[in-house]
Structure formats: C-alpha cells, structure tokens
C-alpha cells in the first residue's frame, strides 16, 4: 500500500508563492498518476491539478491554470506543486492523491489513496 505525506503548506502573503511536496512510499509510485485536490472551510472538495505517471499529460483546474504547476520526479517518489500568484481563495488544506493506473483523472472517486493534507493559508 502506497502512503503519501505532504509537506510545504504555510502561511504567505497574497502575491507570493509556495511549493508543496508530496513523497510516496511504495513501489507503483512510477507507474501511478497523481493528483493535487483542496478543500476550503465550508466547501466541498475540489480538483487542482494532475499528473500522468511519466510526467507527459497533465491537467488544470480553470481557477489555477497559469499559476500553478505539478511535476515529478519519479527518482525521488516525489510530486510538486508549484503555487505562484497566490490569493485569498487558494487557502485550502491540500491534499496529495494517487491511482493505481498510468492515467491522470479530475474526478475524486477514481483515487486510490490520500495523504493527510498540508493547510495553505494566503493573508490579504
């Protein structure tokens, strides 16, 4: 069973950047897409981005597209998200997610397993 541990969440100011890490333990990291979702107080959670197992294919949600950027490092069981131009309503706890198949998915269900979430907090 994979588990996955995010790190990188903070306190930033509107404006700035942040840089979330996701390490994975377990051996199908290489051939799992991954997926970056949040969850808002009081909302439900929501897509962010995704990744396919290579790196090749990757997805957006309209609201971060342009700002944001996942990428990999295989090597290291490893995957980033690259957060600039940070606003008030990317506060969110973020939440690290992978599937057991090669293809990357905007829908939650099609996960197979979560990491615990890191809280990111932008001040106005």
């Known amino acids: 069973q994979v588990q996955l541990v995010e790190s990188g969440g903070g306190l930033v100011q509107a404006g700035g950047s942040l840089r979330l890490s996701c390490a994975a333990s377990?051996?199908?990291?290489?051939?799992?897409?991954m997926g970056w979702f949040r969850q808002a107080p009081g909302k439900e959670r929501e897509f962010v981005t995704a990744?396919?197992?290579?790196?090749?294919?990757?997805y957006y949600a309209d609201s971060v597209k342009g700002r944001f950027t996942i990428s990999r490092v295989n090597a290291k069981n490893t995957v980033y998200l690259q957060m600039n131009s940070l606003n008030s309503e990317d506060t969110a706890v973020y939440y690290c997610?992978?599937?057991?198949?090669?293809?990357?998915?905007?829908?939650?269900?099609?996960?197979?397993?979560w990491g615990q979430g890191t809280q990111v907090t932008v001040s106005s």
């Open positions: 997610a992978g599937r057991y198949t090669m293809d990357p998915s905007r829908s939650i269900p099609d996960y197979d397993y």
């Open positions: 377990g051996r199908t990291f290489s051939s799992s897409a």
């Open positions: 990744i396919s197992w290579s790196g090749g294919t990757t």
